[in-house]
């Protein structure tokens, strides 16, 4: 199957914490049909255990598995053996990049210098977090359009871990996230290839086994060519998204990462 990005376009990486591609298929927002028609999406990608937040963003980051970066917990532990993460590496080759969340933890992707840009709020004490960080992304692209930029969206996995993994609330919030998206996607798609996708899934009130309920996470990348039908063999990896980042921004990717570039993958 080809794929091929439409036009040489930055990038925006948007991360829902703790979304399940079956929620993104249930939650009727009516952006994803939308969003679906013009992208290269795959519902059936997995991410790497333990599939909990801080291990799942580094292996994201650096496209190498958790027995490589040795974050194993939620506590960042620096890297014995460095692996350049997207962020560094990006600045390497001159690229400005920004990242907003709306957890803490987050702060350790990129080391001290890769970063022009970040903003942080935190989850638990404000309402509306997410509309929030959205508001700051905007108003950071609008001025200043950074080559990449890392967008997350944490309250979906609150609403999980408070209510359980596909309840009323938790798939209200993933609605409420895609509102996020629409208005994103919609102001900038002609600057910004934007790649949609999620850390873990989860199930009852919790997440981080080898299970498929777990371990599932959707990527969609808008604005792609896909010749030949929107299924393929390959069964992408969290560990895709670097390299696919590196590709999209016509850049090598790292000779450390284990990921495939997702549009160059057969
Ligand atoms: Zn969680």
Redesign the pocket.
């Known amino acids: 199957m080809k794929k091929q990005a439409k036009k040489d376009k930055k990038v925006i990486l948007i991360l829902v914490?703790?979304m399940r591609s079956d929620a993104v298929e249930k939650c009727g927002h009516p952006f994803i049909e939308e969003v679906k028609k013009n992208s290269y999406f795959k519902m059936d990608a997995q991410t790497v255990m333990p599939s909990?937040?801080l291990p799942c963003h580094m292996s994201l980051f650096h496209s190498v598995p958790p027995e490589r970066h040795g974050t194993m917990t939620n506590i960042y532990v620096p890297q014995a053996r460095p692996v350049k993460g997207i962020f560094d590496m990006l600045t390497d080759h001159g690229k400005t990049c920004a990242s907003v969340y709306n957890w803490e933890e987050l702060r350790d992707l990129g080391r001290p210098g890769s970063i022009q840009y970040s903003f942080f709020i935190n989850e638990y004490r404000y309402p509306r977090t997410d509309e929030i960080v959205t508001e700051k992304a905007m108003e950071y692209v609008d001025n200043y359009s950074p080559d990449f930029l890392f967008v997350y969206l944490g309250v979906t996995?609150?609403k999980?871990?408070d209510y359980g993994w596909m309840s009323d609330e938790y798939m209200k919030s993933v609605y409420s996230a895609w509102n996020c998206i629409e208005r994103m996607v919609d102001r900038w798609k002609e600057e910004y290839t934007f790649i949609i996708t999620a850390d873990?899934g989860?199930h009852g009130r919790?997440?981080?086994e080898n299970i498929l309920e777990d371990m599932t996470i959707p990527i969609i990348i808008t604005d792609v060519e896909v010749s030949n039908g929107k299924m393929m063999e390959y069964q992408p990896s969290i560990l895709d998204i670097a390299p696919t980042i590196a590709g999209l921004l016509r850049l090598k990717a790292e000779t450390s990462w284990e990921g495939k570039d997702l549009l160059k993958a057969e």
């Open positions: 914490d703790g909990i937040t996995d609150t999980g871990h873990h989860g919790n997440h981080g």
